[in-house]
């Protein structure tokens, strides 16, 4: 038997009350998809791409909980609790979790870090008081040098929100550094250069649920290399 596996092998949908096929987010095509199908979590980092509203974090937020990780941030015993606004998806999913890997996790929420600042300061871990005394993107980055240093599972929800080019390239670091420690990674992402980092599974999340892709052939990457190459042709439509 093999006892060196990821954290998160398998996540599959339970059905049951709160979670009918016509209510949110069963609507959302990759949720449903979900929950026909099931979804294989391999080694290393797993990105998912794709548009807002196309399901990408309400995937990665709800798998995050499942595995007993706070809604809101944190690492695993995280209990912060501001204005709740996940989706119930997370009470209904079971997680075939890997023999002998660690539980340890972090889930790394760019929309809800002030608050998990926060709790961390009214509860002195670590010293993060200062947290709050920096910019965005340093806050980011320690939080990156601080918590992503063990084994486990890391769930991201568009962590570039806050990072510049050279800033992104270092979170590439952090996670390559992550996975060499035998930690595994959930990644939301709107972010061609996260998405680009080599050996990484890319699921392109949308109107047909999430499908394997390469990282050449996601829309996400055609539509920014052609910006990039005219952007007038784009702003025309947008300032006209």
Known sequence: MDFDQPPVMRVEVVPGPGLEDRHWPMTIPAVAQLAREGLDLPRGVTFLVGENGSGK????????????????????????RTRPSE????????????????RWGFFLRAETMHGLYSYLEENGVGGEAVLHEMSHGESFLEVLRTRFDSPGFYCLD?????????????????????????GQVLCATHSPVLAAMPGATVLEVGEWGYRPSRWEDLELVQHWRAYLDAPQRYLRHVLD
């Open 57 to 80: 974090s309400t995937l990665g937020e709800a798998i995050a909980a499942a595995y007993g990780l706070n809604p809101e941030g944190g690492s695993t015993g995280a209990r912060h």
């Open 87 to 102: 989706s119930p998806l997370g009470h209904h999913l079971r997680l075939r979790r890997g023999i002998g890997a660690g």
């Open 158 to 182: 568009e962590p570039e929100a806050a990072l510049s080019f050279s800033s992104t390239l270092g979170l590439i670091s952090t996670l390559h550094r992550v996975v060499e420690d035998g």
